[in-house]
């Protein structure tokens, strides 16, 4: 059965990572590849032929219909964009076909869960020699989501290395049409995280500070902002 309560969650400013790379989602940002215009109409339409953004918002994706997407709002392809590039395997609260919005309620707990995964990453090459910027995106919500705060029933949806049971959970919720999951952050005990299921509901979308991680040979990196 779906979670019965909900909570009517009015949060401004939660705090969203990504790499820094993809803060601009612009066709532009092949322009500096091509030597003249008719090169830069080839590699438009070869980025567009794999662009999931570009196909979800012409109703061409399995998982999301264009009308969920949003257009003609500020950083309305960074939203998309979210909906759109699921990895393959899932997040915690979404499949291979759908993406989701995940954001903290702090910038400390969205630190916390990128540099765990991108730890987790370079653990796998066993090699920890690495720097990476990454935009903070604020966002602001007001809507009713399910709770998974203090429900022991829902502990492993929590599980640190498993999204067997949370990806299940994420499914039979969005079958009912709910709008997303609040959930205590995996990574930073004590923090508390939004996976919101719906592009329409976020909200203000703005940049805010941009942060460097280093990795010196410890899995532990530096944080800095830029």
């Not at 080839?42 to 998982?63: I, V």
């Not at 919005?101 to 690495?130: M, N, P, Q």
């Not at 929590?158 to 997303?180: K, V």
């Not at 930073?188 to 979308?205: E, H, I, K, M, Q």
Request: glycine fraction near 8%.
């Amino acid at each position: 059965m779906p979670l019965h309560k909900l909570t009517q969650l009015r949060q401004y400013d939660t705090c969203r990572l990504i790499p820094s790379r993809f803060a601009d989602v612009e066709d532009s940002v092949l322009a500096p590849l091509a030597d003249n215009d008719r090169i830069l109409r080839d590699l438009f339409d070869l980025d567009n032929a794999t662009n999931e953004r570009l196909r979800g918002e012409s109703g061409l994706l399995p998982g999301i219909g264009m009308d969920e997407l949003v257009f003609g709002v500020p950083n309305f392809r960074i939203i998309n964009a979210a909906f759109t590039y699921a990895r393959p395997e899932g997040s915690r609260f979404n499949d291979g076909e759908r993406g989701a919005w995940y954001c903290a309620f702090a910038a400390e707990t969205a630190l916390a869960e990128v540099i765990f995964h991108k730890t987790v990453e370079y653990a796998e090459i066993a090699r920890f020699d690495d720097s990476v910027s990454y935009q903070m995106l604020l966002a602001d919500f007001s809507a009713g989501f399910h709770d998974l705060r203090g429900k022991d029933a829902y502990q492993g949806c929590l599980d640190p290395s498993s999204y067997l049971a949370s990806q299940a959970l994420a499914a039979e919720l969005l079958e009912h049409g709910s709008m997303g999951v609040i959930y205590p952050s995996v990574r930073d005990p004590g923090g508390t995280c939004l996976a919101c299921f719906r592009p329409a509901l976020v909200g203000n979308v703005r940049k805010a500070q941009t942060y460097r991680l280093t990795w010196a040979g410890s899995p532990q990196p530096a944080v800095e902002i830029i």
